[in-house]
């Protein structure tokens, strides 16, 4: 029997899911039934972090702690990030399993989608994800253009990232910024011709990119394209529809 199906198998016996963090929040949300979703964290249904807040609506919330569970039906926890030791034995005791999720590049996050996708017993959603994701990585661009990425934390992106590895699909290469320098200075000095400007929360945008009003910025002359910066924070299964969308914006 295919893993799959086993993994399949033991979790119509296993019951309700939930997911204890914003990045966890993508897989459940994006893979699991309704009916299969214990809670989601209490970020899930603000838009400003989450791109499927709306799927989120109406679903019990919890508060990424085990103390936020005991009144729930979870049998399975999804989680990003390690939890301590207190909560690990707290799961034990009331049979819970905890799940640890990686999305630290695009094939891990591919390996995250067929696992989450067995767990909630929804195989069909993850074969629409992989068939998508296969036609990206089948039809990369050989050669990849250099992009000055300008987010809510400041300028530039490591080209070792997960997020970077995403954005070669689209046939980007983000460049790092030049240390040292003025914001306005980093970006007058890259010689990048595409600026991806990352739109988060828009009023904490508008006053951390500020600079980008700069004279000599506006005379840069480079072509700036906004990406929807959510879906970058965890570098999740989200990101097939950014980059996918990226890729046709170049294509123009």
Not at 65 to 70: F, K, V
Not at 82 to 107: K, N, Q, T, Y
Not at 138 to 163: D, Y
Not at 238 to 246: K, S, V
Request: with cysteine; charged share 25%; aromatic share 4%.
């Amino acid at each position: 029997m295919p893993a799959f199906a086993s993994l399949a198998s033991a979790a119509l016996a296993a019951g309700k899911i939930a997911s204890l963090d914003l990045c966890a929040d993508e897989y459940l949300l994006l893979l699991a039934p309704r009916e299969r979703i214990a809670s989601v964290s209490h970020l899930a249904d603000d838009e400003r972090d989450n791109a499927l807040s709306e799927r989120a609506r109406g679903i019990p919330a919890n508060r990424g702690s085990l103390e936020s569970l005991l009144a729930s039906d979870a049998k399975i926890l999804l989680t990003t990030r390690p939890l301590g030791r207190f909560d690990r034995d707290l799961a034990a005791r009331l049979g819970m399993r905890v799940v640890m999720l990686d999305s630290s590049s695009p094939e891990r996050v591919s390996q995250t989608v067929d696992r989450v996708a067995a767990l909630a017993d929804n195989e069909s959603a993850a074969r629409a994800w992989q068939s998508r994701y296969a036609a990206l990585r089948a039809n990369a661009p050989a050669s990849r253009r250099s992009a000055l990425w300008i987010g809510v934390g400041g300028i530039g992106m490591s080209p070792q990232s997960a997020a970077a590895q995403w954005l070669g699909y689209a046939g980007v290469r983000p460049v790092l910024a030049a240390p040292g320098l003025s914001r306005v200075e980093q970006v007058v000095t890259s010689n990048a011709p595409i600026i991806l400007r990352s739109r988060y929360d828009a009023g904490s945008y508008s006053q951390a990119a500020s600079y980008l009003d700069h004279p000599l910025v506006k005379r840069a002359g480079r072509r700036q394209i906004a990406v929807d910066g959510r879906r970058f924070t965890c570098s999740g299964p989200l990101l097939l529809d950014e980059i996918e969308r990226l890729k046709r914006r170049l294509a123009q």
